[in-house]
């Protein structure tokens, strides 16, 4: 676990570990909160607790395999922020999908920024194979995250008409990618 301060607060930034299977509700407050907010995420209908511990049992199974990285920053035992990487299958294998979200009251203040960059270096060290590029998607209406994509060196690569639906419209989805 790291102790990490930004803007004057406090995080714990550490692996996700079976430990975490405990903390099953926390999870699922933050994934809930993220989609009661209406997020900028592909989730739009809440999960149970069952789910989640699902969700985080297959996490702890795809980590054991060197198959995904996933790092979480927790506040006092609240999860605030998810990072992670997951290596595609088949031939596809050399490419990591990235994923991040933060909740709304902790934006801005540098969090995501080091999830990503903490997450991009482990991905490096401990994925099986290595991969060679990081993908992700992002809605084309979340201007603030595709900056931030592009500071840390993902070019965008295509943009999808019409991919998602959100908020009544629908919005064209971004692919960027960076080579490692």
């Known amino acids: 676990m790291k102790l990490r301060i930004f803007r004057d607060e406090e995080f714990e930034i550490e692996r996700l570990t079976e430990?975490?299977?405990?903390?099953?509700?926390?999870?699922?407050?933050?994934?809930?909160?993220?989609?009661?907010?209406d997020a900028q995420i592909l989730f739009n209908e809440k999960f149970s607790l069952k789910e989640e511990k699902e969700w985080i049992k297959q996490e702890l199974e795809n980590i054991k395999e060197k198959k995904q990285v996933v790092l979480v920053a927790k506040k006092k035992n609240q999860v605030v922020g998810i990072a992670d990487i997951k290596l595609q299958r088949g031939r596809q294998n050399h490419i990591g999908e990235l994923g991040i979200s933060i909740r709304k009251e902790f934006r801005g203040m540098g969090l995501g920024r080091y999830l990503m960059k903490e997450g991009l270096d482990l991905a490096k060290r401990e994925l099986k194979p290595q991969?060679?590029?990081?993908?992700?998607?992002?809605?084309?209406t979340n201007k603030i995250a595709q900056n931030l994509y592009q500071k840390l060196?993902?070019?965008?690569?295509?943009?999808?008409?019409?991919?998602v639906q959100y908020q009544g419209k629908l919005v064209d989805e971004i692919i960027m990618i960076k080579e490692l």
């Open 19 to 37: 430990k975490d299977l405990k903390l099953a509700k926390a999870f699922l407050y933050f994934i809930n909160s993220l989609i009661e907010e």
């Open 153 to 163: 060196g993902f070019k965008t690569m295509a943009q999808i008409p019409k991919q």
């Open 131 to 140: 991969p060679k590029i990081i993908r992700l998607s992002v809605f084309s």
